[in-house]
């Protein structure tokens, strides 16, 4: 199997659309330009994001992108989604998968 191809479009949408303005970060004083492509999403050392919007990032990454993903846990979510990199690979994966089917 191929490494799908890390898609920058796919990655900046995440960031923008699924994260900073679905979460409505803004709100909480935190700016687009402190989610970069490596930032730790669920920990304390990146953006400390529960697991509600982990769900939340998950369920609009799903909407965005017209994908679904297996079952949603913290494996999942650990091993898919820590990082927007991580999250728009697993997307782009699947778009692939798609087009593929």
Do not use: C, W, Y
């Not at 091993?79 to 782009?92: I, P, W």
């Amino acid at each position: 199997m191929n490494t799908p191809a890390f898609a920058p479009d796919v990655a900046e949408k995440i960031r923008n659309v699924v994260i900073f303005e679905g979460l409505e970060l803004e709100e909480l004083g935190i700016e687009l330009d402190e989610i970069e492509l490596d930032t730790m999403l669920f920990e304390e050392t990146g953006l400390d994001l529960d697991s509600v919007d982990a769900l939340e990032v998950l369920a609009g990454a799903q909407r965005e992108f017209g994908v679904t993903f297996p079952e949603i846990d913290s494996d999942f979510i650990e091993n898919n989604a820590s990082t927007v990199r991580q999250l728009a690979t697993t997307v782009t994966l699947h778009l692939e998968e798609t087009a593929a089917a």
